[in-house]
């Protein structure tokens, strides 16, 4: 809500309050006004071009090492490891900014919901003038079509509706009227006196004073919310970063201490330089950004494959993790289509099967069906909810009109044709609360059918209408019956007739009396399909659906129980704001159901449920959801109904608007997750090995077995010829049975731990086997480091095959991923070609080996395979955590 409470002045008071010219602003006091404070658009500016984009991808602990370690080796004149590590950096680089995608655009979508032009009166005069140049003061006419140009408090209204749906995300139309709100501060969605910016008038005419425009009205507030609302990085990004860090620390320090053992032990200040030089590009993994970006882009097709687009990568990642879905109701747990799911006629309650605007469904009497033509009663009443009626059927799932009065239209055509021609009318007024219609009967008599609020139709009624005859009107039973539907969440309509003489051609509203009752038809926004079923499933993952709405108590309630959403009562907008902080984080553990929330009720509770250590992810598709769908870990926003200002806030759109199609994309992002966690059990073991293959060098101040070149070509080549395959890995089966992984949990599990130090001293104990054993055979120094670096190459070939799973065997599908097979195969081929092409051998320092020294490295570097095996079997023992 605005802070101005417009909806609290009277009516009489408006134009003496606001404005001093009873006649609207003159043309000069106007433009006045508008030099003081400037254009009235919410405007949405790039805050950083694609520069700032591209050099913010080198922003990495990890990058700045690699950086500064190619600088200091140029100066010594080693300008190939100079150029080498360079061109990684780059390429990393470029495949950043790439997936960084598009900048966020919700601020420029907002403007584009601001109509161009608005008709405004100045001095008497009507005129049409861009709606960016309205002031606070102006009188603007409204009529059926137009979009609100700017926040105003309505003066004059007649059969005037609003839909708000966009800004409240309730689906039935509001009605407008110019009297004096007298309850003081209320929720925007209540204040049925003031027209919103960027709402649409459905029906009616109004007119009203401007009382704020700009990022004054309530769609410039939402704009702030989100200007305000800073990117948030994603759980996996977080952990990324502080692992990078910590990583960055140990390896400075390691390398600065090598450094300083390295003089001490008599070598070369250069030498033991690029020793220095060489651990640090040995321990920092630069390939693992590049391969976690192609795990999450697989991800990415994936879920498009299965009706989710994703706008940012990490996102895929962090939808797995999600704990809990704060989702909106209309549009996303429901079809935005009125439906009449219930009609009272005679005594009888029929079920009518069927949802949205689709003319196909049952009635059902008592569990059975039955025949609706069979019940004149029942027939009156939908042929009164069809004739009594401006919506038109435009065909399957399409009307015009109202959404209450296209429910009605449905629900008759559900039963037959109804058609009589129409005469006159008598158009609904919020004051009488009923609408009339005049028509002729084939035998050219005359009939007037009527509905409205059942205790309007009820008021009006003498008789009743059994299916036989008209009888004695029993308004306890109406009324009891119009009860247990509401009770039920439906709207409610009451259905009468008068039959009138062949001469009467007009009807006025005193003419509306005596009438015959029909029945009553109760109607709601139905759930969608499937949506059941997917509240079970997130159920049996472990998370937690919270239904957030701007729509009423208890239709949220009723609808979120018969979907299956556990709660413990329901909580409206304005119980939220008298509570404090704490007291709401209470609620939240049980409460699963908001309603008649405004945009900051929405942010207030992603944000303390993210301070409640959850992963939340936000589904909407209004322009009240864009707050919080920016501040949420993941925003989902609706691909067909959803406004551009929610696409464009959001992480993920739902291509088919199905909150199902949420569960298939969690299935991914979990699977996205399990992939990463293998590809860092695989990286940091072997990224490990070299480096301390590096360290015990110095520490024993022997010869180097890798040269920096060596070192970076394993570190690139390895990580895009084994560690991408992994990514392509099958899915586990089972994957949504898991519970979410606990949000607090280290990306470097003690499991991931563990294998690091053991593998990492396993690579180094075969490796340096292999080289003292090359050098003691009498083979040269480059001979030597070819052996250890092709151990190094086979170890982590072998302990790939590890990794196709952290926990279980792999013998069974060991040969399953036909990617794995072919990039090793391509790794075997490069290793051939830096072992035995002349001219390779002088860049890198390498030189061909003998088929005995082929047998020794593939013994030695098996063994990693057969003891990760063993460690897998004592791990499901208990003997390791």
């Known amino acids: 809500m605005a802070e101005e409470q417009w909806c609290g002045i009277p009516s009489e008071d408006v134009f003496t309050l606001l404005n001093s010219h009873p006649d609207g602003l003159s043309q000069d006091e106007a433009e006045l006004r508008l030099a003081r404070d400037g ?28 950086i500064a370690a190619a600088v200091i080796i140029f100066f010594l004149d080693h300008y190939v490891d100079t150029v080498v590590i360079l061109l990684v950096v780059l390429a990393n680089a470029i495949i950043g900014f790439i997936q960084e995608g598009k900048a966020q655009n919700a601020l420029e979508s907002l403007s584009k919901l601001l109509v161009p032009e608005a008709r405004v009166i100045r001095s008497g005069v009507s005129s049409v003038l861009p709606s960016r140049e309205l002031v606070a003061g102006d009188v603007v ?56 910016a960027g709402t649409l008038i459905n029906q009616g005419q109004g007119r009203g004073v401007v009382v704020a425009t700009g990022n004054k009205t309530q769609i410039g507030r939402i704009s702030e919310f989100i200007r305000e609302s800073k990117e948030m990085s994603t759980p996996l990004l977080r952990k990324m970063a502080h692992m990078s860090v910590i990583l960055s620390v140990v390896i400075l320090i390691i390398a600065a201490l090598t450094f300083v053992v390295g003089l001490f032990r008599g070598f070369e200040t250069v030498e033991i330089f690029m020793a220095s030089v060489s651990l640090a590009v040995a321990a920092i993994p630069e390939g693992l950004p590049a391969v976690i970006t192609i795990s999450m882009a697989i991800g990415v097709n994936r879920m498009a494959a299965r009706n989710t687009i ?22 996303t747990l429901t079809r935005n289509q009125m439906t009449v799911t219930q009609a009272y006629a005679a005594g009888k309650l029929y079920e009518i099967t069927g949802s949205g605007y689709v003319p196909e469904g049952d009635f059902l009497l008592e569990g059975a069906k039955a025949d609706p033509l069979e019940d004149k009663a029942l027939v009156e009443t939908l042929r009164a909810g069809v ?35 129409r005469k006159d009318i008598v158009p609904f007024e919020p004051e009488e609360r009923f ?44 009324s009891h019956a119009a009860e247990q539907m509401a009770s039920n969440a439906l709207r409610v309509l009451g259905m009468a007739y008068r039959e009138v003489a062949a001469d009467v051609e007009r009807i006025e509203a005193e003419d509306i009396k005596d009438l015959v009752f029909t029945g009553l038809q109760g109607m709601m926004d139905p759930p969608r399909e499937g949506v059941t079923e997917a509240i079970r499933n997130c159920k049996t993952a472990g998370i937690r659906v919270i239904m957030i709405t701007g729509d009423h108590l208890k239709t949220a309630y009723a609808i979120a129980t018969k979907i299956g959403i556990e709660t413990e009562g329901a909580l409206a907008g304005k119980d939220i704001e008298e509570m404090s902080d704490g007291h709401l984080k209470e609620l939240l553990g049980k409460v699963s159901v908001f309603a008649r ?10 944000k303390l449920l993210k301070e409640m250590g959850e992963v939340v992810a936000v589904t909407g598709d209004g322009i009240n959801d864009a707050p919080a769908l920016k501040t949420a870990d993941i925003g989902i926003s609706m691909g067909i109904t959803g406004t551009e200002v929610a696409k464009e806030a959001s992480n993920m759109v739902l291509a088919d608007d199905n909150f199902s199609s949420i569960v298939a994309a969690i299935e991914e992002g979990r699977d996205v997750y399990s ?6 059990i695989w990286t940091l073991p072997t990224n490990g090995g070299q480096a301390l293959s590096i360290v015990f060098a110095v520490i024993l101040g022997m010869t180097l077995p890798l040269v920096p070149l060596q070192i970076l070509w394993l570190n690139t080549v390895t990580a895009i010829g084994l560690g991408v395959p992994i990514t392509m890995e099958p899915k586990e089966r089972g994957i949504l049975k898991r519970p979410p992984r606990p949000p607090k949990e280290p990306i470097l599990t003690p499991l991931i731990k563990r294998r690091v130090i053991f593998v990492s001293l396993l690579i180094v104990a075969g490796a340096y086997l292999n080289f003292f054993m090359k050098l003691e055979n009498g083979g040269s120094l480059d001979a030597a480091r070819t052996i250890a670096l092709n151990t190094i190459v086979f170890f982590q070939i072998f302990y790939l095959f590890n990794s196709k799973s952290m926990y279980e065997y792999v013998f069974r599908d060991i040969l399953s991923n036909r990617i794995m097979l072919l990039g090793i195969a391509i790794v075997i081929a490069l290793q051939m070609m830096i072992t035995y092409v002349p001219a390779i051998n002088s860049i890198f320092s390498t030189a061909p080996i003998e088929a005995a020294d082929w047998l020794m490295i593939v013994l030695v570097s098996s063994s990693v395979f057969f003891l990760i095996e063993i460690e897998k079997y004592l791990h499901k023992k208990g003997y390791f955590s």
């Open 675 to 680: 992939k990463i966690q293998k590809i860092l």
């Open 435 to 478: 609408m009339a219609t005049l028509h002729e009967k084939e035998d050219g008599s005359k009939i007037i059918y009527v509905k409205g609020s059942p205790e309007k139709i009820l008021s009006m009624c003498i008789s009743q209408f059994n299916g036989q005859e008209t009888g004695p009107l029993d308004p306890e039973s109406v």
């Open 39 to 66: 254009y009235n658009e919410v405007s949405a500016k790039q805050e950083h071009g694609p520069v700032y984009r591209f050099l913010k991808q080198f922003a990495s602990p990890l990058i700045y090492l690699l």
């Open 597 to 606: 929330t405004s945009p900051e009720d929405k942010l207030r509770v992603v």
């Open 387 to 421: 004739l009594c009626n401006d919506a038109s059927f435009r065909g399957v799932d399409n009307i015009d009109g109202d959404p209450t009065e296209g429910a009605l239209l449905i629900s008759g055509m559900k039963a037959g044709k109804f058609y009589l021609p």
């Open 141 to 196: 006419l409204l009529e059926a079509g137009d979009r609100v140009p700017a926040d105003m408090r309505l003066f004059y209204t007649k059969n005037l509706r609003a839909d708000e749906s966009i800004l409240t995300g309730e689906s039935v139309p509001v009605e407008k009227k110019a009297d004096t709100i007298d309850t003081g501060c209320m929720a925007f969605a209540d204040q049925k006196n003031v027209c919103f």
């Open 310 to 331: 994703i706008r940012t990568v990490p996102a895929v990642e962090t939808l797995g993790s999600a704990t809990v879905i704060c989702t909106d109701k209309t549009g």
